[in-house]
Antibody, heavy 123, light 111 residues
Framework: QVQLQESGPGLVKPSETLSLTCTVS??????????WGWIRQPPGKGLQWIGG???????NYNPSLKSRVTISVDTSKNQFSLKLSSVTAADTAVYYC???????????????WGQGTLVTVSS | QSVLTQPPSVSGAPGQRVTISCTGS?????????VQWYQQLPGTAPKLLIY???NRPSGVPDRFSGSKSGTSASLAITGLQAEDEAEYYC???????????FGGGTKLTVL
């Protein structure tokens, strides 16, 4: 059974960097069979794809967040991480990590999700 | 504002059939990219309901079905049950954004 678990601070000050880690069990990031991604959901609002990473370190990001986002991977720990810099109150959201199924020449999708972690940006 | 457009809410009585639409454009659904549907129960993470337009993951009841035509897709739920009350999101890929996109979500109320 594949499981993902987000971890990191629940409160971040404005202008600082949000940092989260996703620990994967039941699958190996290093196997290269899937991509891995981050999605967020502001309170009471819809889902927004943040970006994703492959075991090799190849990444792709939502253009609207690209200048502030860094996603990295540590295959030895079976983890991948999210950093979002210069945060504001608009970045307050539940952050989910998810396994992203690769579909050649078509739309990838997310088949396993973490439970999500609420990150509040406030001084 | 989401790239994929969904109605904010739909409702139906137990046992009835409801559909939720998802409208895109020529850079996503209309370009041939598949559509997925997710169900989000209150306070929980989204759960994959339909992938590749019409496919159900193991464990998803066949009361849920998906379809796609042109620049739109639909999720149909038959034999509505109280436990179906949730938020539903469509998702696809957009070639202009080079990334995954979601609809704004539809709140299903079982009357």
């Amino acid at each position: 059974q594949v499981q993902l678990q987000e971890s990191g601070p629940g409160l971040v000050k404005p202008s600082e960097t949000l940092s989260l880690t996703c620990t994967v069990s039941g699958d190996s990031i290093g196997s290269g069979s899937h991509y891995w991604g981050w999605i967020r959901q502001p309170p009471g609002k819809g889902l927004q794809w943040i970006g994703g990473i492959y075991y090799s370190g190849a990444t792709n990001y939502n253009p609207s967040l690209k200048s502030r986002v860094t996603i990295s991977v540590d295959t030895s720990k079976n983890q991948f991480s999210l950093k979002l810099s210069s945060v504001t109150a608009a970045d307050t959201a539940v952050y989910y990590c998810a396994r992203r199924v690769i579909v050649v020449a078509n739309s990838p999708y997310f088949d396993y999700w973490g439970q999500g972690t609420l990150v509040t940006v406030s001084s | 504002q989401s790239v994929l457009t969904q109605p904010p809410s739909v409702s139906g009585a137990p046992g009835q059939r409801v559909t939720i639409s998802c409208t895109g454009s020529s850079s996503n659904i209309g370009a041939g990219y598949d559509v997925q549907w997710y169900q989000q129960l209150p306070g929980t993470a989204p759960k994959l309901l339909i992938y590749g337009n019409i496919n159900r993951p193991s464990g998803v009841p066949d009361r849920f079905s998906g379809s796609k035509s042109g620049t739109s897709a639909s999720l149909a739920i038959t034999g509505l049950q109280a436990e179906d009350e949730a938020e539903y999101y469509c998702q696809s890929y957009d070639s202009s954004l080079s990334g995954s996109i979601f609809g704004g979500g539809t709140k299903l109320t079982v009357l």
